[in-house]
């Protein structure tokens, strides 16, 4: 599968933004998909994810709230729908992809082995 994420930007503190990711290739309807970001001098932390079987999801608990994961399997995209943007939101943001049928339910979206990645979008917060 092929991710291209877009709508990264610049926002002020308390502002929203809106990233989408396009999937492609052979069903990408068989994937989790999940938004993860990585700040500079931090590692990479999941996001918000969304599965593939049941559209549940799950998301970091600094981000509950405010940030909403959606998926539209007839477009074959993914959105991040982001409220009250922090600065400690800003970084770098990927979209991901795992295999997603098969699993037990005990595993949510974000436990599932992400292997496959987008391009990564900058998100700024500024203060």
């Known amino acids: 599968v092929q991710l291209q994420a877009s709508g990264g930007g610049l926002v002020q503190s308390g502002g929203s933004l809106r990233l989408s990711c396009a999937a492609s290739?052979?069903?990408?309807?068989?994937?989790?998909l999940g938004w993860f970001r990585q700040a500079p001098g931090k590692q990479r932390e999941v996001v918000s994810c969304?599965?593939?079987?049941?559209?549940?999801?799950d998301s970091a608990d600094s981000v509950k709230g405010r940030f909403t994961i959606s998926r539209d399997n007839a477009k074959n995209t993914v959105s991040l729908q982001m409220n009250s943007l922090k600065p400690e939101d800003t970084a770098v943001y990927y979209c991901?992809?795992?295999?997603?049928?098969?699993?037990?339910?005990?595993?949510?979206?974000?436990?599932?082995?992400?292997?496959?990645w987008g391009q990564g979008t900058q998100v700024t917060v500024s203060s």
């Open positions: 991901g992809a795992a295999y997603g049928l098969g699993y037990p339910p005990r595993i949510s979206a974000c436990g599932l082995d992400y292997g496959y």
């Open positions: 290739g052979d069903n990408p309807d068989y994937y989790a």
């Open positions: 969304i599965s593939a079987v049941d559209g549940s999801t």
